[in-house]
């Protein structure tokens, strides 16, 4: 019953319902001079206040932001008779357990990675990112029209009693801190790494030993030398955990994360609650939130990366020899999964099909510009 009702209720055609026109039906206005948006009256709207958890320190204001976006959306577009409070890493639930509390009911609603939670299925990773996977564009492409958001949503309702919507991307991340430099494929061998998901079930296959950690505690495992190196997202955020100052060599690319996707994550039962008008409101903010966190890094990781550099911080690039070991492990190790796994080799062959496609017109348009404008940097 809860994946029929699912299925009725997650198609993304609901965008169309703009956030202008949201709050002009919460509001009872015209969204333009010739329609009369249907008048809405916000006493006949229940009265709904939830907690969210995240899995972001307070810290840190343009991740822990795409969850504070999508709440102050949510309370504008029913005309604040929806509210939900965003509650930083550790104060309602530890920021890897986000999607355990939601999935519990012990929390309605969080704001975490997919990829987080790889440890009870591999298909996690899909909503998140991939290695060698998808560009922040070519993502959301997938998610919205390609059939990717509506298949991982299936999953979640049978799997976690939830459903999920990208709320946040983090945009091409940075390849992480090194304590010393890595010049080869055998200089990460036992090399003791934070980093998460299918990334760091590649690098255990290249040598590493992989930890996960939460983004508050990656600067003193790395300050104490219990880690080597530390990847967390990109040098906006990087500075402000202050990794910079306990390691020295920052390399990119970030091959196992080319474009993250963040995701709002609600209890199935709570959805199923919510009358209609809510369900469109959280698509609308979930959209705004996405786009808003992405347009900020790409903002000001570049200003940050500056500042980093002129503080004496050394880049690396991972030569050819790092980048093709690492593929070729990453494609190995997805086709071990889908050996092993049916939702995950579902899901999987259509992603891969949907990755040739788009990554050929990507090369052909798109590519054949940046190749242009980048060489003559």
């Known amino acids: 019953m809860k994946r029929r009702r699912l299925m009725k209720t997650t198609g993304y055609g609901a ?18 001079s010739t329609t009369e948006a ?8 229940p009265k709904i ?34 509210t939900i409070t965003p509650r930083a890493a550790g104060e309602i639930a530890p920021p890897l357990e986000v999607l355990n509390v939601v999935s519990q009911g012990a929390v309605p609603c969080g704001h975490s990675a997919s990829y987080y939670y790889t440890g009870k299925s591999p298909v996690m990773g899909f909503g998140a990112s991939l290695p060698f996977g998808f560009t922040p564009q070519q993502q959301n492409a997938w998610l919205y029209e390609g059939g990717g958001l509506t298949k991982l949503q ?21 390849g992480g801190w090194f304590r ?13 790494m934070r980093i998460p998901g299918l990334g760091g079930q590649v690098m255990s296959k290249l040598g590493v030993t992989v930890q996960t950690l939460p983004g508050g505690e990656i600067f003193q495992a790395l300050q104490t030398g ?20 306990v390691a020295q060599f920052y390399y990119y690319p970030g091959w196992w994360e080319p474009g993250t996707t963040l995701e709002v994550q609600i209890n199935l039962d709570e959805w199923n609650k919510l009358p209609q008008v809510y369900q469109d409101i959280i698509r609308t903010a979930s959209f705004e939130a996405n786009l808003e966190m992405l347009s900020r890094y ?11 550099v002129d503080g004496g ?44 496609r788009i990554q050929s017109w990507s090369s052909l348009n798109q590519g054949s510009f940046e190749r242009f404008i980048y060489a003559n940097l």
């Open 15 to 32: 965008i169309a319902a703009t956030t202008a026109s949201l709050a002009a039906c919460a509001q009872g206005t015209t969204t333009d």
């Open 38 to 45: 249907p008048a809405v009256d916000n006493e006949a709207l």
């Open 49 to 82: 206040d939830w907690q969210m958890a995240t899995s972001w320190p307070a810290s840190l204001d343009t991740i822990l932001g795409g969850a504070q976006t999508f709440a102050e959306r949510v309370s504008a577009m029913s005309g604040g008779r929806f």
């Open 154 to 174: 299936e999953f979640y309702a049978k799997t976690f009693n939830a459903i999920q919507f990208p709320a946040g991307n983090t945009g091409a991340q940075m």
């Open 180 to 192: 010393r430099e890595i010049s080869s494929v055998a200089d990460l061998a036992g090399l003791k």
């Open 226 to 245: 219990a880690i080597d190196a530390a990847e967390w997202v990109g040098p906006y955020d990087d500075e402000k955990l202050g990794l910079n100052k």
């Open 298 to 308: 790409e903002t000001r990781n570049n200003e940050a990366l500056q500042r980093l």
């Open 313 to 356: 911080v050394e880049l690396r690039q991972y030569n050819d020899d790092i980048l093709t070991a690492a593929q070729q492990a990453s494609f190995a190790l997805y086709d071990e999964f889908a050996a092993n796994d049916a939702d995950f080799k579902a899901i999987y062959e259509d992603w891969q099909g949907f990755r040739d």
